[in-house]
């Protein structure tokens, strides 16, 4: 483990230094956007190893993000397509009470953003394995097995809540991520 965490940091600052360099790729972290970012955040203010922990979570970060929107958007086109406007009628009603609130609570503090412009995005994480549990009917066909689902997203669940809040991963936890994700994305294209 003692060896893992530098040549991990090795890698990412060597992606660093090759953003840096002019490289353009989809995943580039040296783009005009990201340095105006980066300008905005004060980070040379903040401890060095909070900032080098940060950026090794920031690459498990990225891919739990996209993950997470990922099945966000599956979950929510499943539902149009099958009940069109009155998807979100078929949402259990402790996952709408709860979304409720929160749109609420953020339409307060107009000077902020939003979360999002759909409930879906209200939702918690956890929630999206209740809402195809509770419609399984219209997801089957393509995910097969709802108890292979609720175990792929409760462990993605877990590792994300981790990185999320601060936390570091170690090494099995990331590969057990790009394991889940590679598998979800396997099955449900």
């Excluded at 004060?42 to 891919?63: C, K, N, P, Q």
């Excluded at 009603?93 to 209200?122: L, M, N, P, Q």
């Excluded at 709802?146 to 409760?154: C, G, R």
Aim: aromatic share 10%; hydrophobic share 40%.
């Amino acid at each position: 483990m003692k060896k893992l965490y530098p040549f991990v940091y090795r890698g990412v600052l060597t992606q660093e230094s090759l953003d840096k360099a002019g490289r353009k790729s989809r995943y580039s972290f040296g783009s005009k956007e990201m340095e105006l970012i980066r300008s905005k955040l004060f980070l040379e203010m903040l401890d060095d190893e909070g900032i080098a922990t940060a950026r090794r979570m920031s690459i498990v970060y990225m891919a739990v993000h996209a993950f997470e929107k990922t099945v966000r958007n599956c979950v929510r086109s499943a539902m149009v397509e099958e009940y069109k406007d009155e998807w979100w009628d078929k949402v259990p009603s402790r996952i709408k009470t709860k979304v409720t609130s929160r749109i609420e609570d953020e339409s307060k503090f107009r000077w902020h953003g939003a979360r999002g412009g759909s409930e879906i995005e209200y939702c918690d994480f956890g929630d999206l394995s209740s809402i195809i549990a509770n419609n399984w009917e219209i997801f089957k066909d393509v995910l097969a097995d709802l108890e292979w689902v609720k175990a792929t997203l409760s462990i993605l669940e877990r590792s994300r809540n981790i990185v999320m809040h601060g936390g570091e991963l170690d090494i099995q936890d990331i590969e057990r991520i790009g394991s889940n994700i590679r598998d979800w994305v396997r099955q449900a294209g």
